[in-house]
């Protein structure tokens, strides 16, 4: 399952609510910094645990990360990066 619902990461914080078990933790977004959010949101995009994977802003929400304010290029590179960490996970088993 991939997590792209952006601000609100919902579905990582419906696991979270539903499985305190999991150990899941949303803290939310920060304020914009736009020049510094679009390395980290490409660099933390991937999977939070076995089976859920995180991209775009839902990254910001789930990592604690900057909000990215009016520049959006690594919205399509997260979610590029996303799929290829799902085809080679995939592909690993």
Known sequence: MVDATGHDAEVVM???????????KVPGEKSA????????????????MEGLYVTGMAVAAVYGL????PIFGSMIMSGKRVAELIINDLRNR
């Open 14 to 24: 419906v696991a979270a609510r539903k499985n305190p078990d999991l150990g899941l």
């Open 66 to 69: 900057p909000r990215m304010g």
């Open 33 to 48: 910094y736009a020049s510094v959010a679009e390395d980290l949101v490409i660099k933390y995009t991937g999977r939070v």
